[in-house]
């Protein structure tokens, strides 16, 4: 798995243009919002926001910039499903995820420190996966797969409840971004 496939992965879930009236991003191009477009330099009609721009801007700002590649070194699959939380979530809430499942699997601080839950990967959170990742073995990328999907469950029927528009989106969360 690579990023260049995980990308296709997403344009092939994200489609073309989109704008849903429920949807607080307004229109989106291959999953891509106008307002990080414009803030990455276009200023066309969202309508015709280029592939190859999307691919780009994937790659910079949803595994660059929040440091997924970093995690794909130590936990491929991991980085996989950070990559498309942080697409649908946001970078900084994916990498939480992965924060907090660290700081509740660390067996009260004796496997590593605890670290704070800030949302950037930096070397502490990078030490902490590989000490996750030495002590727990094999099973340890799919273990913290289950308690990010948890955490990411969890957070789309909190924001259906708290706000009854994104009803229409859950089945299609749940569904298709989870597992």
Not at 94 to 106: D, E, I, T, V
Not at 111 to 138: N, S
Not at 162 to 176: D, H, I, K, Q, V
Request: aromatic share 8%.
């Amino acid at each position: 798995m690579t990023i260049d496939s995980l990308i296709d992965t997403v344009l092939d879930r994200e489609g073309g243009y989109v704008n849903h009236p429920a949807d607080r991003g307004g229109e989106t191009r291959f999953g891509i919002t106008a307002a990080v477009a414009r803030a990455n330099g276009y200023g066309g009609p969202m309508r015709s926001f280029p592939v190859e721009q999307a691919r780009a801007l994937y790659r910079r700002l949803y595994w660059e910039a929040p440091r997924f590649d970093a995690i794909a070194d130590l936990a491929p699959h991991l980085a996989a499903e950070l990559f498309d939380s942080g697409v649908n979530m946001g970078p900084a809430v994916a990498a939480a995820f992965l924060q907090r499942a660290l700081n509740a699997l660390n067996r009260g601080a004796t496997d590593y420190p605890d670290m704070p839950v800030d949302g950037c990967i930096g070397a502490v959170t990078l030490a902490a996966l590989a000490a996750f990742l030495k002590r727990r073995g094999a099973g340890g990328e799919a273990v913290l797969l289950k308690a990010i999907e948890a955490l990411q469950g969890e957070r789309y029927v909190a924001l259906a409840e708290s706000r009854p528009a994104n009803e229409a989106f859950l089945y299609g969360w749940l569904a298709n971004r989870i597992g």
